[in-house]
């Protein structure tokens, strides 16, 4: 059980670039997120998926798209980064009740 | 919006001494509030969560209490250590999908 998982954990992107960023939870949870930390700040919800095939706009969503194409995955994708999406992005699902949620160990990405 | 603050932002103790962590929320209709920690440079660790219609909630050393009318919560850690040295987040899930409004932190140092 390997909990949530996220890949890469590290990435460097040059400005207009695209990448996909990876999120997989093996506990059967339906509901998962996409949260971004900046330095200093507390997470911001990104994307919210609350079942294979259905997402929904969170605070920040500007730049992204997101995939839920199974119960397991759930991606984030950066169509044409730019420097304000230097970040630390988490990966995070819902196990409920009592509906605690659960975190990647996060994918800190620079655009230059 | 919901917006959750933490106060301090950052505290330093000498080991042994037991210390208060403070969080406050603007918006009362919350599903749940969790503490978390959080490593330099690593993922969320989930350290205790209490829902709406409790008041506390308590896991070895630490202890949690909400008081959801007034919009606070505070985190107890009893006889702390230099292990404690993180930073502690407070996050506010709400009625709908779950999502965690986080505040920004306190950092805490435990000197030996």
């Known amino acids: 059980n390997a909990g949530v998982t996220q890949t890469p954990k590290f990435q460097v992107l040059k400005t207009g670039q695209s990448m996909t960023l990876q999120c997989a939870q093996d506990?059967?949870?339906?509901?998962m997120y996409w949260y971004r930390q900046d330095p200093g700040m507390g997470l911001r919800l990104i994307y919210y998926s609350a079942s294979e095939g259905t997402t929904d706009k969170g605070e920040v969503p500007n730049g992204y798209n997101v995939s839920r194409l199974n119960k397991r995955e759930f991606s984030l994708r950066l169509e044409s980064a730019a420097p304000s999406q230097t970040s630390v992005y988490f990966c995070?699902?819902?196990?409920?009740?009592?509906?605690?949620?659960?975190f990647g160990p996060g994918t800190r990405l620079t655009v230059l | 919006k919901q917006e959750v603050t933490q106060i301090p932002a950052a505290l330093s103790v000498p080991e042994g001494e037991n210390l208060v962590l403070n969080c406050s929320f603007t918006d009362s209709a919350i599903y749940n509030l969790q503490w978390f920690r959080q490593d330099p440079g690593k993922g969320l660790t989930s350290l205790l969560l209490?829902?709406?219609?409790?008041r506390e909630q308590t896991s070895g050393r630490l202890n949690a209490s909400l008081d959801k009318s007034s919009g606070r919560s505070t985190l107890y850690i009893a006889a702390s250590q230099p292990g404690d040295s993180a930073t502690y987040l407070c996050a506010v899930g709400d009625m709908g999908r779950r999502a965690l409004t986080f505040g920004s932190g306190t950092r805490l140092q435990v000197q030996p």
């Open positions: 209490i829902q709406s219609s409790q």
């Open positions: 995070a699902s819902l196990k409920g009740p009592p509906d605690t949620q659960y």
């Open positions: 506990m059967n949870h339906n509901s």
